[in-house]
């Protein structure tokens, strides 16, 4: 869940920010104890530098921080129906709150939306074509890379590109996405993959928490579905103030 919290917020970290970070997830039950300057002097920060990082992570301060830490292990992790209950409430939180005003301006402003997915996410590649139609936005299927290559020709900076990915990027999805870098067409993403790279620029990047079940039945995308479902409200919300 911490993970969660700080990818969706990625954009804002610093080097610093990626360390104390590291620090906190390495040692959860440590930090729920530590004041801030305690923890400041663990990652050789000041205690306002440990501020900003909350602040950056959507929290008012430290406290509010310190009590978000106390909240991972205050449901039973062994209980599938409240892990998922804790996991849905983080997603509404985070896609409720952050801020995507650019991301609503490129997309009302472009001229061709293409959404590309893994087999295992074609039903949220639908369902988040679906919500968006309603709002007069057309995306366009892409059922594989060789197609998606084809499109990239005459592509240009006005496009803009969608990836939903369940599952770790593909070699041919990183060139995809190095030629559409070129190219200078926006991209937003969807994935449960941690992505931090220099190697690729990622317009609108949103990490979300696949909920494994039992090995028979794989693992719930609705932690996907919520995140459309706020997305595309929104920006609903956005058109009327236009």
């Known amino acids: 869940m911490l993970e969660l919290l700080f990818i969706n917020n990625i954009e804002k970290m610093t080097d610093t920010d990626i360390y104390i970070w590291k620090y906190i997830s390495k040692n959860v039950e440590e930090s729920k104890k530590l004041t801030i300057n305690e923890l400041g002097e663990k990652c050789n920060v000041s ?15 430290y406290k509010p921080f310190k009590t978000y830490l106390q909240t991972l292990s205050s449901y039973d992790t062994k209980n599938p129906v409240q892990k998922l209950s804790k996991l849905y409430q983080e997603v509404i939180s985070i896609f409720s709150t952050k801020d995507m005003k650019n991301l609503f301006e490129d997309i009302y402003n472009s001229n061709k ?11 949220i590649r639908e369902s988040m074509k679906n919500k968006f139609f309603k709002y007069g936005k057309f995306f366009v299927n892409l059922s594989h890379e060789l197609e998606s290559n084809t499109v990239i020709n005459s592509a240009d900076s006005r496009d803009f590109f969608i990836f939903i990915l369940t599952s770790e990027l593909s070699e041919g999805n990183i060139e995809l996405i190095k030629r559409l870098n070129n190219k200078k067409v926006k991209i937003l993403m969807l994935s449960d993959v941690n992505i931090i790279s220099d190697d690729i620029l990622i317009d609108y990047y949103y990490y979300l928490s696949k909920f494994y079940l039992n090995n028979s039945q794989g693992f719930s995308t609705a932690s996907y579905e919520i995140a459309i479902e706020i997305i595309a409200t929104r920006y609903g919300m956005f058109l009327e103030e236009k």
Request: contains cysteine.
């Open 113 to 123: 939306i293409y959404i590309l997915s893994n087999k295992e996410s074609s039903s």
């Open 47 to 61: 205690r306002t530098t440990i501020l900003r990082f909350c602040k950056k992570l959507g929290l008012s301060g």
